[in-house]
């Protein structure tokens, strides 16, 4: 991608963020912020499916397991 | 007595209790201290001085006539300034928040004020409990007493350094990815970051719902389980606090460790990452005493330290925008760099990103789960490297992630960073002792076996303590 392309990108992803006075004033730091957004997430532990797993209900009661 | 800048949670209350220290003379003596030395470090934010005094006096009052609340009652602590405290401002150590003002004490400090404790003021910290130590904001970033030219850890900054200076014995700090542990490990104290729901979360300041915890933090082990006694149970006000009963922490704190089954987390400093030679043989060091105290120990495996790291920052910037999306659009110049940096990736998470960390969550915490059968407890490095030099700003951003704390807030199971020794030039080490989920009681006498046979908290003897600088000396980066 050419760095025009690269930036005309950028501009819209923060625009759609509602970032565009954050672009304007601290284009590096969006930029970097935009790349560490989208940087996919590491591989899950072996053995371990997400696709198998439905999203968990965050339920601090499930961690007294094992006490 | 001990010199009552050094005087512990557990000694200074006996002595209260015995009507052989006066609370107003132990917190007026705090107040001079404050006065005379933090200048240097800039823990405090805020000194509450009258009210500290007001509370003191009253202290003093109800002991004298026999009304004795606890172990809390008439002991001085902070509180890092994201705690609300009625009619005070909560500043978060952010431009954004002034003028703001607490119209409700938080859980915790409630908890202290019915306990009879004395607030002598609010701490500093990373701005909004993130970031790092920040030279643009309205007020400068607290020091490490070690080395006031290095990082004393965060985001509970001041607590820590306030703690290692000898202006409070108890402060209140926060954790969401080590921020209790961190200025724990970089100023030689003690911090615990206790299991997710096992204190209130009610009238903090949040960075992210599901990874924030609420922290005791001080300069040795029982002084801390004393504190946590008296901040831990059920809120109804706090949708994550849990039912479960308090334990007792302080029962068999000193009862040892022998037969207990302790494994090490050693991938995460000698595969995962390198860590700093010193971090290695302080905790290289720490295990040996856990052998002689009779401990059985084995090393155990998860998976990979960057795994977890992904899991705990995609989760915190996600969390952490919602909360200051309006802000961060409207006025991102109002934050410091290193905070803005670190909430904006958040506004960039796709959703689907956020829910595969969520996830990712469930999958570590059950590979936790099952790592932890057979053992009572793990060890692990704190953080991997030293602390780096306070204002040099790309250290910080390189170091930032490079610590094992950040696991136990993914798993929310309990974990509490011990100090191991000095490195050569004179800077503190530390290892995490941690465990299941409720397992405080467990962690506690752990951690007291340890420090206690290895001495390396810092009490009354000044062998133990930082040599502090004069207040006179001019700031190098201010």
Redesign the interface.
């Known amino acids: 991608m050419s760095d025009n392309a690269g930036s005309d990108r950028l501009r819209v992803l923060a625009e759609q963020a509602g970032l565009g006075r954050a672009l304007e004033k601290f284009p590096d730091g969006v930029k970097a912020a935009a790349e560490r957004g989208l940087r996919p997430l590491g591989d899950h532990p072996k053995g371990y499916d997400p696709v198998a797993h439905p999203a968990p209900v965050f339920d601090p009661t499930l961690f007294e397991r094992g006490t | 007595m001990t010199d009552l800048a050094w005087l512990a949670v557990a000694e200074g209350s006996a002595l209260v209790r015995a009507g052989k220290l006066s609370p107003v003379e132990w917190t007026q003596a705090l107040l001079d201290r404050v006065a005379a030395v933090d200048p240097a470090y800039n823990s405090f934010l805020a000194v509450t001085a009258d009210l500290a005094l007001a509370q003191a006096k009253q202290a003093e009052a109800e002991i004298a006539k026999g009304e004795w609340r606890g172990p809390m009652h008439g002991v001085p602590y902070a509180a890092k300034d994201i705690f609300d405290v009625e009619g005070l401002p909560t500043t978060c150590h952010s431009k954004i928040r002034i003028g703001h003002r607490a119209r409700f004490d938080a859980f915790t400090i409630r908890r202290l004020r019915e306990a009879g404790a004395v607030l002598i003021g609010k701490t500093a910290l990373h701005e909004f409990a993130t970031g790092g130590p920040a030279f643009d904001l309205p007020w400068p970033p607290a020091r490490n007493p070690w080395n006031r030219d290095r990082h004393p850890g965060g985001s509970s900054s001041g607590s820590g350094a306030a703690l290692a200076a000898g202006l409070v014995p108890a402060a209140l700090g926060t954790d969401t990815g080590g921020s209790v542990r961190n200025p724990a490990t970089c100023c030689g104290i003690v911090g615990i970051k206790p299991?997710?729901?096992a204190v209130s979360l009610a009238g903090v300041f949040p960075l992210t719902h599901?990874l924030d915890h609420v922290g005791p933090m001080t300069r040795n082990v029982e002084d801390n389980a004393i504190l946590y006694q008296a901040i831990a149970g059920h809120d109804p006000d706090d949708p994550?606090?849990?039912?479960?009963p308090v334990d007792d922490c302080l029962k068999d704190l000193k009862s040892g460790i022998k037969g207990l089954r302790i494994g090490v987390i050693e991938h995460f400093y000698t595969e995962d990452a390198k860590a700093d030679p010193d971090q290695v043989r302080g905790i290289n060091a720490a295990i040996d005493v856990l052998r002689r105290l009779g401990a059985r120990v084995r090393t155990v495996r998860l998976?990979p330290l960057?795994?977890w790291t992904?899991?705990n920052r995609?989760i915190h910037?996600s969390e952490a925008y919602a909360i200051h999306?309006r802000d961060?659009?409207?006025r991102?110049?109002d934050f410091a760099?290193l905070t803005?940096?670190r909430m904006?990736?958040?506004?960039?998470?796709?959703a689907s990103?956020y829910?595969?960390?969520?996830?990712?969550?469930?999958?570590?915490c059950r590979?936790f789960?099952e790592a932890?059968q057979g053992l009572d407890a793990v060890v692990t490095l704190s953080s991997l490297l030293m602390p780096c030099a306070i204002d040099d700003t790309a250290a910080v951003l390189r170091t930032y992630d490079q610590q094992c704390r950040l696991v136990f807030n993914v798993t929310?199971?309990a974990a509490i960073s011990v100090p191991t020794g000095f490195s050569a030039d004179g800077m503190p080490l530390a290892m995490q002792i941690a465990g299941?989920?409720?397992?405080e009681p467990t962690i506690y006498r752990i951690a007291q076996a340890y420090c206690e046979a290895a001495g390396t908290c810092i009490g009354s003897d000044p062998k133990t303590q930082p040599k502090l600088i004069s207040a006179a000396r001019p700031a190098a980066a201010e």
């Open positions: 299991t997710y729901g599901s994550t606090s849990t039912w479960r998976s960057p795994l992904d899991c995609t910037a999306e961060l659009q409207s991102p110049e760099m803005r940096n904006l990736p958040g506004a960039f998470v796709p990103k829910i595969k960390a969520q996830q990712l969550r469930a999958a570590l590979e789960d932890m929310g199971t299941r989920s409720f397992s």
